[in-house]
């Protein structure tokens, strides 16, 4: 494991999609699908899908700042789902499926919204990603984890 790695997290819909895209970016060390952003502690994906707990679904990014950067992340975060659309992504609709990017430092802060900026600069309908602090990440069931590879990648929709 590199020396110096870092955290990213975000939510964009349903997280098997997002994981496995995540994954094939050079530079990222693991992408590991969880919840993120509500007041349960240790929710089950059960719980999550109530829409009850506040939770989003997302995926936490381990990489290796010196190979891939926190903006190429956020470059590939707006291209996997549809940032205008409040609490859907797809088919799956509810809070859990919120567009969020979850910062970890004052960096990656001021950078998601210099990115959320400029995403908006591309589209005509207003961006509803929302930007707030990384709480407390829950891992999602051992079942959730690389699902796409277990299963085949048709499984998901993605933009």
Do not use: N
């Amino acid at each position: 494991m590199p020396q110096a790695t870092e955290l990213a997290t975000f939510g964009a819909g349903c997280f098997w999609g997002v994981e496995d895209a995540f994954r094939q970016l050079p530079g990222v060390i693991e992408a590991v699908s969880g919840y993120l952003g509500g007041t349960l502690g240790h929710p089950t994906y059960e719980q999550v899908c109530t829409g009850e707990t506040g939770h989003a679904e997302v995926v936490q990014v381990s990489f290796d700042p010196s190979i891939l950067t926190y903006e190429r992340l956020l470059e590939a975060f707006w291209s996997l789902h549809d940032p205008t659309t409040l609490d859907r992504q797809g088919p799956d609709v509810g809070s859990q499926y919120r567009s969020a990017i979850f910062f970890h430092s004052p960096k990656q802060e001021a950078a998601a919204f210099r990115s959320r900026a400029l995403a908006q600069t591309r589209t005509e309908r207003p961006i509803v990603t929302e930007i707030t602090p990384a709480t407390d990440f829950y891992r999602a069931e051992e079942y959730h984890q690389r699902y796409l590879e277990k299963h085949g990648r048709s499984s998901c929709h993605l933009p």
